[in-house]
């Protein structure tokens, strides 16, 4: 009878070793989908080089507006089917800059606008714009803002692709505007 | 005896899981249960002593001499446009941004860069290249140089090594990295 009792007593921590290291088998097995994921996470990254070359990217017009304390420029551009589809790929992450020419930045005292994130590609619309705005600390007379306003050429246009490296540079934005589509 | 077997089943199991639980858990800390029991021969707990000290100014100083800014020409086009319409004219170069010094540590090229006021894009000791597009616009009926580099900085100064409040090493030190692209066009 005492051997019964024994058997059933070294029977049942067995069988609770049997379940403990089970469940922590499984405890495993769930973890390892989350190292999966972090490989397939890892994509080769797409270039932007080269893909702003004309005729893929042009520009259709170029807009300075100008308050007392406020500048605002509007770029319109059209792209080409394929420049649509590379930065679809890589959800719309590239940026704009304007570099103001010296007869504007003594005026303002800014030399750029700073970088300024492009229109999101959506409804395969191949048309944009993008507005570029400068806060002033000082303000404006009238004649700067009609100098400002009138003369728009010189500015030129940098390209930034995802890793906000320039890719593409045009060196008169307003002059670029004005070459036949 | 058949609920004795039971008993002891049920036992075992909860002791197990017991163990269990208690093995996958962080170590309990027994300072605020009952059973924590203070040792009168415990070694007793050292603290530091205030004592005076001699000033320990130890480490790397850079004292800045001279920097320069300079352009590389790497393209140079003359564009003809006989046309009655504005025309454009694209080139593409691959841009390398890199920086190099010979210093003891990273710290003194950033006071070097920080000295010359020009940042750097890359770290010391690296390069990135990426191809940088230039689309020029010519106007009708007209002539254009163009031109195209990069430009970069070179600056030099004198790298201190302090031990104890004393100069223990010093050399002329250099640094160089590239900055940024740049271009320009010339009416002919």
Known sequence: ?181 | MKKMLLATSMLSLLSLNAVSSASAEEPVDFTNSEDYTEYDNAPPVTLPSIAPRASDMSGYEYVHSSSSRNNQLEFQHLAKNPSSTTDSVSYSVAVTQSSSANVATSATFKSMVAEVGVSTQVQLGTSTTKTLSITWSIPANSNYLLRAGSSWVQASGTEKLWSAGKVIRSKTVTGKWTYTSWSDKVKQ
């Open chain 1, 1 to 181: 009878m005492i051997k019964i009792k024994n058997f059933i007593f070294i029977l049942v921590i067995l069988t609770s070793i049997f379940v403990i290291v089970a469940c922590d088998d499984n405890q495993q097995i769930e973890e390892k989908p989350s190292t999966n994921q972090q490989i397939e996470d890892v994509s080769s990254p797409i270039s932007l080089e080269k893909k702003f070359i004309p005729p893929n990217f042009g520009v259709d017009e170029f807009k300075v507006n100008a308050d007392d304390n406020f500048v605002e420029f509007k770029i319109s551009y059209r792209i080409s089917p394929q420049l649509y589809d590379v930065l679809s790929k890589i959800d719309s992450k590239y940026y704009f800059e304007l570099k103001i020419p010296g007869n504007i930045s003594s005026i303002i005292n800014k030399d750029s606008t700073g970088l300024v994130p492009g229109a999101i590609m959506e409804f395969n619309s191949l048309n944009y714009i993008v507005t570029l705005n400068l806060d002033l600390e000082k303000p404006l007379t009238t004649s700067d803002i009609k100098e400002i306003v009138q003369n728009k050429n010189g500015y030129g246009l940098y390209i930034y692709d995802q890793d906000k490296d320039a890719i593409h540079y045009f060196d008169d934005v307003e002059l670029f505007s004005t070459i036949p589509k």
